[in-house]
């Protein structure tokens, strides 16, 4: 999809969006929270009229939402478990626990109320509101594809009674997702290998030509690194995948990288750390920071970012965020997924816990190294998934559909 394709002149105009979100985005506090906004606010940023209608746990969150800046109206819900599916049926767990009947019906008031033209819905679970009688083209936004995370969470389990409830429930999703995702008008990935994971699954109308992506400018830093830290690692700690990522760093990398002797300093950011974790990184010595409001100021200020994921889908935002600040990066195969960042060029591979000790060290060691890998990660972010370019495409993506619904 390119910004010159070409369009009728009815269909090149401002567009009346509606995004639904079924969790709290603002301020931005995670990765998918990231890509949501950023979308946001690049579509309003050129003329569009931005709708957002979103479902919350607490009232808390609700007066964040309804203090979104920069869209024409948010709108935002506290909405009681409704019941509507029967338990133990084939739908999985996680659209249980996120749909309200009653929700459906506030995405079809305002569709009619701001003569809405597309609507968004964001996240796999948010395809149980796809209507026909709604009268719009629907976009439904894979951050990841869910049922692969589901099943390597599954086999990344130690306790096998446990592994078997993820699998059956992880089988109810693979069937419900891909089922989903042929019903919707068109579907959006992480990534161009996400997208074609679901055409070989028969879903025809999906595009990875809007991949996770990241404001560079707002990330990139002014003049030269000051890094004063060793070691940083940023999640978002409700996201099962990074509390996993974190406890394995602690428990098979951080020994290895102990007996060195040297000093180290090691920064935790991100919030809802459960407290089991917490308590083990304090006796670490690690600083946790929690939610930091400036997050370029921590990437800049450490020598190495890693990412020590070992199960999920989709691609790593936090990643993008790191290249994007020149940060030199140390990640598993599985974190670098989808990305197309190059082993020894861009980043640094490695799966085994001395392979990552030892990579962490030598950055640690070699400043030269360091730039190097930071300079060559921003230049591809900068070319490949940066915000103001991705709008573009988002945009066109719009109008076609609007064109061939």
């Known amino acids: 999809m390119t910004a010159g394709a070409s369009f009728s002149a009815t269909a090149v105009r401002p567009l009346r969006l509606l995004f639904f979100v079924p969790m709290c985005i603002y301020p931005v506090s995670h990765g998918g929270a990231s890509r949501i906004m950023n979308t946001i606010w690049g579509l309003s940023k050129r ?22 800046p920069d869209v024409a109206s948010s709108a935002s819900y506290v909405l009681p478990p409704e019941r509507d599916f029967l338990p133990g049926g084939a ?3 996680a659209v249980r626990a996120s749909f309200r009947p009653s929700m459906g019906r506030r995405i079809e008031e305002m569709v009619r109320r701001y003569a809405i033209d597309v609507l968004q819905l964001e996240y796999t679970q948010s395809a149980a509101y796809l209507s026909r009688r ?7 936004v894979e951050h990841d594809i869910a049922y692969r995370s589901a099943f390597r969470r599954a086999l990344n389990l130690a306790d096998a009674s446990g592994a078997a409830s993820v699998l059956f429930d992880a089988a109810r ?4 997702e891909i089922k989903s995702a042929r019903e919707a008008d068109l579907v959006l990935t992480a990534s161009e290998q996400e997208a074609e994971i679901l055409r070989r699954h028969g879903v025809a109308n999906v595009s990875g030509a809007v991949p996770n992506g990241v404001d560079v400018a707002a990330i990139e830093p002014e003049g030269v690194r000051r890094e004063t830290l060793d070691v940083l690692f940023v999640g978002y700690f409700l996201h099962a995948p990074n509390v996993d990522a974190l406890r394995y760093f602690v428990a098979q990398v951080w020994p290895l990288l102990r007996k060195t002797g040297r000093p180290l300093s090691v920064s935790i950011v991100g919030s809802e750390l459960p407290n089991d974790l917490a308590c083990r990184v304090k006796e670490c010595g690690f600083r946790y920071a929690g939610y930091v409001e400036d997050l370029p100021k921590e990437l800049w200020s450490h020598r190495v970012f890693i990412a020590p994921i070992r199960y999920g889908a989709g691609t790593r935002i936090k990643l993008l965020e790191a290249a994007a600040a020149k940060c030199a990066i140390v990640s598993t195969t599985l974190g670098a997924e989808g990305l197309g960042f190059r082993n020894g060029r861009d980043l640094i591979i490695a799966d085994r816990p001395a392979d990552f000790a ?11 190294a360091r730039a190097r890998l930071g ?8 070319r490949r998934f940066d915000w103001p370019m991705l709008v573009v495409d988002l945009e066109s993506l719009y109008y076609r559909l609007m064109e061939r619904t």
Do not use: I, Q, T
């Not at 003329?47 to 979104?68: I, K, Q, T, W």
């Open 173 to 176: 999703l693979y069937r419900w």
């Open 91 to 93: 739908v999985p767990s």
């Open 358 to 368: 030892s990579s962490v060290e030598r950055l640690l060691d070699d400043g030269a």
């Open 47 to 68: 003329g569009h009229d931005v709708h957002v209608l979103s479902l919350v746990d607490n009232d808390a969150e609700r007066a964040s939402m309804l203090s979104l």
């Open 134 to 140: 709604l009268g719009v083209p629907a976009v439904l």
């Open 375 to 382: 300079a060559s990660a921003h230049d591809c972010v900068k």
